[in-house]
């Protein structure tokens, strides 16, 4: 089955700074890659997606970059504010062709300092 | 997207109760998801609710411990059964947004926190 690590745990940026979450993964038949944003006391949320048939995907200040040979994906955010500050979570699909089914990575709390 | 309601949104349980957590969503899904997310930790995947048929399971999940039931399309229970202080956690019902492709977006309840005593 699949296993996804998560780095680093904890990340601590000016505001204006960029930041970056890093995951490996072990399936080497995963094809999804999903990013999600977990708020303090709130329920997790997309923010960005990749699929296994590009090497990288933007969405205004932030983006994902696959790299499936070494089998990581990563998460960048550029200029980051004060409203960034969350825990992020990457994940990948439990077995090939199970959508829903996620494993999630260990989480990084993003901190933003005005 | 989806909208899920989840109830109870919080609750204070006693040692060796059971507890049933209540999931609707506003659209006729197919299979619904409940995650476990332990005290600052990661979401965990208990089982995937398939109407018409029983639950699966993932690995660390037992049906007598985390019985589900699936009426129709729109709604799913969880309980947690006999429970004990390592089963506080924040339960969450989730949907996928079936995107045509394998693997779309997951909408999520807002949770349903448990403290066990």
């Known amino acids: 089955g699949e296993n996804v690590e998560q780095h680093p745990s904890t990340l601590s940026v000016q505001e204006g700074d960029s930041a970056v979450i890093k995951c490996t993964y072990s399936d080497s038949a995963s094809n999804y890659f999903p990013w999600y944003k977990q708020e303090l006391g709130k329920r997790p949320q997309l923010i960005i997606d990749?699929?296994?048939?590009?090497g990288e995907k933007k969405d205004q200040r932030i983006a994902v970059t696959l790299n499936k040979t070494a089998k990581h994906f990563s998460l960048h955010i550029t200029e980051t504010q004060p409203e960034d500050s969350a825990v992020y979570f990457c994940?990948?699909?439990?077995?090939?062709?199970?959508?829903?089914?996620?494993?999630f990575g260990q989480g990084t709390e993003l901190s933003v300092k005005p | 997207s989806a909208v899920i309601s989840q109830k109870p949104s919080r609750d204070i349980c006693q040692r060796g109760t059971s507890l049933t957590i209540q999931c609707q969503v506003d659209?006729?899904?197919?299979?619904m998801f409940w995650y476990r997310q332990q005290p600052g930790q990661s979401l965990t995947l208990i089982a995937t609710?398939?109407?018409?048929?029983?639950?699966?399971?993932e690995s660390g999940f037992v049906i007598d411990k985390f019985p589900i039931s699936r009426p129709n399309l729109t709604f799913s229970t969880l309980t947690v059964s006999n429970m004990s202080p390592e089963d506080s956690s924040i339960y969450l019902c989730?949907?996928?947004?079936?995107?045509?492709?394998?693997?779309?977006?997951?909408?999520f309840g807002e949770g349903s926190r448990l403290t066990v005593l």
């Open positions: 989730s949907v996928e947004d079936s995107a045509g492709e394998t693997g779309g977006e997951l909408f």
């Open positions: 994940a990948a699909p439990l077995s090939y062709n199970q959508g829903g089914k996620l494993i």
């Open positions: 609710a398939n109407q018409g048929s029983e639950a699966t399971y």
């Open positions: 659209s006729q899904v197919t299979m």
């Open positions: 990749i699929r296994s048939n590009v």
